[in-house]
């Protein structure tokens, strides 16, 4: 059966030089990088080299790069210590942002009354940015702006320069879910002024478990895992050296790469919305995933145009197929309530039909792209799987 991977938001394939360290490093570097001897020195060595290396990538000091084990530590050591330990009394954020996000914000909501403001969104699910500085205007509390730069479900992109220009003229800080976009987009933080980010190695082809957040200097956050020093006292616990190594090289080949590879993943792109609006009459795209220019090029959020009775089984039987997409995020897998972002930003009427979200690396080829668009041309023709 043909193997068609087409959910890379959801997570990505390591890189054979990736792989290749990660085992290097596992061989022989196996010392703790607390420890003064030799062999802790060794790793200690390799972790530091690691964050040096990342913060270069991101034009940052390695200070201010604090490893963590994925995007969602990240975002909850950037949002609640920021509530703890920064006086923030007021979170601005918006209903369509990852649940590492809009759990965390819902946690400080209940448990110690922070204020929660929601931006409006537009009919396309992108920040209304008039109703972010009116938000901005309203109150003299602490606040906190948490926006994720790219949308994991349907690939809107936020202004993030002009957001943290917002920002910093009305003194509220700013924290930016970027896992969807660093090693996929140049991110100058000497230029954009944002407060704090989270990213994730394995949405950039590197290792899952490991991922990284930036904290700007001078933002005295504390510690919210307790024990041991490491992380420069942000984050207690053994690093996690042979992954935190797998992800430098995985962002080191992302961005050697990312010309060449972006293009060809747009062109995909294209030629997929293209191949689908050819063969499929009355699809629709979801977000401002078919706008090249409003949204990341690495994917499609789209709805097939089927009988109600068949949109249980699409994706099911797209799985029967070799074909591996989503209804939405990894994190909502086994929910019968549907996108919830989805569900934020469109009518019933809208959200009659079955939601797919394909993405793109590139290792995705155009025979995969036309066996995936002829597989939903004749499930929407007949609710039936392709024959051979």
Same mark, same amino acid.
């Given at each position: 059966?043909?193997?068609?991977?087409?959910?890379?938001?959801?997570?990505?394939?390591?890189?054979?030089?990736?792989?290749?360290?990660?085992?290097?490093?596992?061989?022989?570097?196996?010392?703790?990088?607390?420890?003064?001897?030799?062999?802790?020195?060794?790793?200690?060595?390799?972790?530091?080299?690691?964050?040096?290396?990342?913060?270069?990538?991101?034009?940052?000091?390695?200070?201010?790069?604090?490893?963590?084990?994925?995007?969602?530590?990240?975002?909850?050591?950037?949002?609640?210590?920021?509530?703890?330990?920064?006086?923030?009394?007021?979170?601005?954020?918006?209903?369509?942002?990852?649940?590492?996000?809009?759990?965390?914000?819902?946690?400080?909501?209940?448990?110690?009354?922070?204020?929660?403001?929601?931006?409006?969104?537009?009919?396309?699910?992108?920040?209304?940015? /008039?109703?972010? &500085?009116?938000?901005? *205007?309203?109150? !003299?509390?602490?606040?906190?702006?948490? $926006?994720?730069?790219? #949308?994991? +479900?349907?690939?809107?992109?936020?202004?993030?320069?002009?957001?943290?220009?917002?920002?910093?003229?009305?003194?509220?800080?700013?924290?930016?879910?970027?896992?969807?976009?660093?090693?996929?987009?140049?991110?100058?933080?000497?230029?954009?002024?944002?407060?704090?980010?989270?990213?994730?190695?394995?949405?950039?082809?590197?290792?899952?478990?490991?991922?990284?957040?930036?904290?700007?200097?001078?933002?005295?956050?504390?510690?919210?895992?307790?024990?041991?020093?490491?992380?420069?006292?942000?984050? /207690?616990?053994? &690093?996690?050296?042979? *992954?935190?190594? !797998?992800?430098?090289?995985?962002?080191? $080949?992302?961005?050697? #790469?990312? +010309?060449?590879?972006?293009?060809?993943?747009?062109?995909?792109?294209?030629?997929?919305?293209?191949?689908?609006?050819?063969?499929?009459?009355?699809?629709?795209?979801?977000?401002?995933?078919?706008?090249?220019?409003?949204?990341?090029?690495?994917?499609?959020?789209?709805?097939?145009?089927?009988?109600?009775?068949?949109?249980?089984?699409?994706?099911?039987?797209?799985?029967?197929?070799?074909?591996?997409?989503?209804?939405?995020?990894?994190?909502?897998?086994?929910?019968?309530?549907?996108?919830?972002?989805?569900?934020?930003?469109?009518?019933?009427?809208?959200?009659?039909?079955?939601?797919?979200?394909?993405?793109?690396?590139?290792?995705?080829?155009?025979?995969?792209?036309?066996?995936?668009?002829?597989?939903?041309?004749?499930?929407?023709?007949?609710?039936?799987?392709?024959?051979?």
């Amino acid at each position: 059966m043909k193997q068609v991977y087409l959910d890379n938001a959801a997570t990505t394939c390591l890189r054979p030089e990736v792989i290749h360290v990660i085992t290097e490093t596992l061989q022989n570097c196996y010392g703790n990088p607390s420890s003064s001897h030799a062999f802790g020195r060794s790793a200690k060595t390799k972790v530091e080299q690691a964050r040096k290396l990342i913060a270069k990538h991101l034009n940052v000091s390695p200070g201010e790069i604090i490893f963590t084990s994925g995007g969602t530590e990240a975002d909850n050591l950037i949002i609640h210590n920021a509530v703890r330990d920064l006086g923030v009394q007021r979170i601005i954020t918006s209903k369509i942002e990852h649940h590492a996000v809009l759990n965390a914000v819902e946690f400080l909501e209940s448990t110690l009354k922070v204020k929660v403001d929601f931006v409006q969104l537009d009919e396309n699910g992108s920040v209304d940015l /008039a109703h972010l &500085e009116q938000l901005l *205007n309203q109150s !003299g509390l602490k606040t906190l702006v948490s $926006l994720m730069h790219i #949308n994991n +479900e349907i690939g809107n992109i936020l202004p993030l320069q002009q957001v943290a220009e917002l920002c910093k003229i009305h003194n509220a800080l700013l924290h930016s879910d970027t896992v969807q976009s660093v090693g996929h987009y140049p991110l100058n933080l000497q230029e954009i002024p944002v407060d704090f980010i989270a990213a994730s190695a394995h949405k950039f082809h590197g290792p899952k478990g490991v991922g990284f957040a930036f904290i700007r200097k001078g933002l005295p956050l504390k510690a919210m895992i307790h024990g041991g020093a490491q992380e420069r006292g942000f984050r /207690a616990g053994t &690093e996690n050296v042979q *992954n935190i190594v !797998g992800m430098e090289k995985a962002l080191e $080949l992302a961005y050697a #790469n990312l +010309e060449a590879e972006s293009t060809k993943i747009l062109n995909l792109k294209k030629y997929f919305i293209e191949a689908l609006q050819h063969k499929i009459p009355g699809i629709q795209f979801n977000g401002n995933s078919a706008k090249l220019d409003a949204s990341t090029y690495t994917l499609v959020n789209l709805s097939v145009p089927v009988k109600p009775e068949q949109a249980n089984l699409m994706l099911f039987q797209l799985d029967l197929k070799g074909i591996a997409c989503s209804k939405g995020s990894a994190c909502q897998s086994g929910s019968d309530q549907g996108s919830f972002v989805l569900n934020e930003i469109y009518d019933a009427e809208r959200l009659k039909n079955p939601n797919l979200r394909f993405s793109f690396s590139h290792h995705t080829t155009i025979e995969e792209l036309d066996y995936v668009v002829d597989t939903l041309a004749e499930f929407a023709k007949t609710g039936k799987l392709l024959t051979h």
